[in-house]
């Protein structure tokens, strides 16, 4: 009943957890260590209109402030859609600050863009987190 997350994904001794890790055909991996653990970060919240309307129907997207860590679907960039009451969960995020923003007319994916996370950046919210804390941040969507 518990969440785990990455906690490292140490290749030859470096912590590559938020880059690709190429394999050869051949290549031997046995000095790769991943370890998991039981205290991953959260962000919950909900999401409203600026009337206070449920706003379901939008992305809430979390990515790293640090752009070198924004790599792909590795785990450093995340996004979820709100339940039917606008609630919303995020899990598994690494320890750092974050942006937190919610978007509306989005193609699934379309957030591992470089350019689309940096037009996010001046209307999303910081957070930071230590390893297995929870914290709330409550969104509303203006027009």
């Known amino acids: 009943g518990r969440d785990w997350s990455v906690k490292s994904a140490l290749v030859r001794g470096v912590d590559r957890i938020d880059e690709p890790i190429e394999l050869r055909s051949g290549e031997n991996v046995s000095d790769m260590h991943v370890t998991v653990t039981p205290e991953p970060t959260a962000l919950v919240g909900t999401v409203r209109t600026a009337d206070g309307q449920v706003a379901a129907q939008h992305y809430v997207i979390a990515f790293p402030v640090d752009p070198g860590r924004r790599i792909g679907p590795l785990g450093s ?67």
Do not use: C, H, N
């Not at 974050?98 to 919210?125: I, K």
């Open 77 to 143: 960039i995340k996004a979820v859609r709100p339940d039917t009451d606008g609630r919303y969960r995020i899990s598994g995020l690494r320890p750092g600050a974050y942006y937190v923003t919610v978007v509306g007319d989005v193609e699934p994916g379309e957030w591992f863009a470089p350019m689309f996370l940096d037009a996010l950046v001046p209307s999303a919210q910081r957070v930071e987190f230590s390893r297995g804390e929870t914290k709330t941040r409550d969104l509303t969507i203006s027009k």
